[in-house]
């Protein structure tokens, strides 16, 4: 166990709609990462926040945009879903500083129908 | 832009025996984190093995070690006396030493058999 939590572990929706994931990172972790991980591919770096700011940010699509809130918790939101959207989304969480190690929570799997 | 290259999309090894996979990188700057991350059937992304590109040893965890090749640009994961629990798709990565940018940047990934 990790440390990090995701929910929901499972989400089925259909195209069109929208979606919110939450991320609780560990406990003393500052900064949040998310992933995406399609049918057999690598992770794909989405975003970064760091004590409630966007630090990075990576292939998102605009139609995804994330947040961090004061408790350090994190939504990812997901709208105008796609066939293509169907994926593993994962969050990670590090202290935030330069070279520490991220670690990973255990994914929300999205199904689009 | 940083890059890692897998070229290894799939191997497999005898219960017991000791395997490596390959790992290159591709990046300008001299400060910077290598990793690889093991994702076993349940999805999870477990963290494997860590190495600073300041450090000239080789990291080592348990049955897991790196060869850690700074010039050639090279980062093998070498796992002796294969385990069943061994099988899993690994990742090797890598994160930049800016604090601005840490972002990790994943190989495509290696799927590792272990057959009894």
């Known amino acids: 166990d990790s440390g990090v939590t995701q929910t929901p572990k499972h989400l089925i929706t259909a195209t069109g709609q929208r979606v919110t994931l939450r991320c609780s990172p560990r406990s003393g972790d500052l900064s949040v990462y998310w992933y995406q991980q399609s049918l057999d591919q690598g992770l794909q770096f989405l975003i970064q926040y760091y004590n409630g700011e966007e630090r990075a940010k990576g292939n998102i699509l605009e139609r995804f945009s994330a947040q961090q809130f004061p408790d350090l918790h994190s939504e990812l939101n997901l709208s105008s879903l796609e066939l293509g959207d169907s994926a593993l989304y994962f969050c990670a969480s590090s202290v935030g500083q330069p070279g520490t190690s991220e670690f990973f929570g255990p994914g929300t799997r999205l199904t689009v129908l | 832009a940083q890059t890692v290259t897998q070229s290894q999309p799939e191997m497999s090894v005898q219960e017991a025996e000791t395997v490596t996979l390959s790992c290159t990188y591709d990046?300008?700057?001299?400060?910077?984190?290598l990793f690889w991350y093991k994702q076993p059937p349940s999805r999870q992304m477990i963290l494997v093995i860590r190495?600073?590109?300041?450090?000239?040893q080789n990291a080592t965890e348990n049955r897991f070690s790196v060869n850690f090749q700074k010039a050639a640009k090279s980062f093998s994961l070498k796992i002796s006396d294969s385990q069943l629990g061994d099988a899993a798709m690994y990742f090797c990565a890598y994160r930049t030493d800016m604090n601005r940018d840490d972002k990790i940047i994943f190989g495509k990934g290696t799927r590792l058999h272990i057959l009894p």
């Open positions: 990046t300008s700057e001299s400060d910077y984190y």
């Open positions: 190495q600073e590109a300041y450090k000239q």
